[in-house]
């Protein structure tokens, strides 16, 4: 294993165990939501809440102690550059409009770039207890269990959700539909 391959492994359990964190505080918010303050930031479709707030500073506190020489750019509360040339990229509550709707489709989402290149995500969905992980060279998981992918599946015979807003315009999602199924 070399350095760079010990590196990554630290920062894909990390992000593994502050996912977990996280994503149990977020649920805490989201099981209490009504006392929520809600703010609009460009639209009714873009809210904000304490819970996200809390939930990146609780994220960010938690890498600063663990690893303070990485980066760390959140939704909330932009850049905190690093020196490592690891960047964690956090979207504290993914789906803040359906968190604050009362839908179970929102999750906690969490990557990490080494020179600007992906190489740990974590999806944490609180309200199906799900955790999916990646990191390069360890494959992906769903709780903990190794998913074997079928290579028979391409984008033309998988099923693929995309959601969109107001301030997304047709035509760009249009486009978005397009290179998935030139991919296929």
Known sequence: ????????EQRFALAKTLAK?????ALDYFNRRETLVIETKRDLQDVVSIADRNVETLLSERVAKALPEDGFLGEEFGLQPGSSGYTWV???????????NGMPTWCVSIAVLHQGVPVVGVIQVPCADETYAAATGMGASLNDKTLVLDPSRTIRNAL???GSNSYVTPECVGGIVTDLLAQG
Do not use: N, R, S, Y
């Open 21 to 25: 964190e996280a994503g149990a505080l």
């Open 1 to 8: 294993m070399t350095a760079h391959d010990a590196d990554i």
């Open 90 to 100: 956090v979207d504290p509550i993914d789906g803040t409009a359906p968190f604050v």
């Open 160 to 162: 693929t959700g995309i």
